[in-house]
């Protein structure tokens, strides 16, 4: 189940943007993001499984989604703000971003998984289906020798591989 037309591996954009249920998280209660007003700048992330972080500790929090987008979009990741605020829970690198090429990634499907520390002074646990970040998609911009040479480079770059991390150092 998925949001927007039907997508194969390596999606280019073509101008559609939405949410798909990564594989392996088939049939597995999870939920495709919604905004919960008309207002609302945010697709709200779930969890997908129940994750306990223990004080001072990072882990990583399984969505199973995976999401397209043209090719000169992002998906930015931010924690909600009452996790933040009443429970300490930070993103490990401030704001999470997805590229447009994550999708369909060989070794786990573009699958989007939130990296989280705690800050606070006690566990704490997100519960499976608890809203723990929001999604945005965002416009970005290349500077302009890039931009002419894009079309060409396509071509002969090779596709992403791996998750967190997999554009290298």
């Known amino acids: 189940m998925q949001q927007g037309a039907e997508q194969g591996a390596g999606y280019s954009g073509e101008g559609r943007r939405g949410f798909a249920i990564a594989k392996g998280w088939e049939g597995k209660g999870i939920r495709l993001p919604e905004r919960r007003t008309p207002g609302s700048a945010g697709y709200d992330l779930e969890a997908a499984e129940t994750v306990t972080i223990p004080p001072g500790e990072r882990a990583v929090i399984p969505t199973g989604l995976k999401a397209f987008m043209p090719e000169d979009e992002f998906l930015g990741i931010y924690i909600r703000s009452s996790l933040a605020f009443r429970h300490g829970l930070a ?55 890039e931009a002419e040479l894009a079309a060409e480079k396509a071509s002969t770059l090779s596709r992403r591989q791996g998750g967190i991390g997999s554009t290298g150092r």
């Open 91 to 145: 993103l490990v690198n401030g704001v999470g971003i997805i590229d447009s090429d994550y999708y369909g990634n060989p070794e786990n499907d573009g699958h989007i998984m939130i990296g989280v520390v705690n800050t606070g002074k006690k566990a704490f646990t997100v519960q499976k289906g608890e809203r723990v970040a929001q999604a945005i998609f965002q416009p970005f911009r290349r500077v302009d020798a």
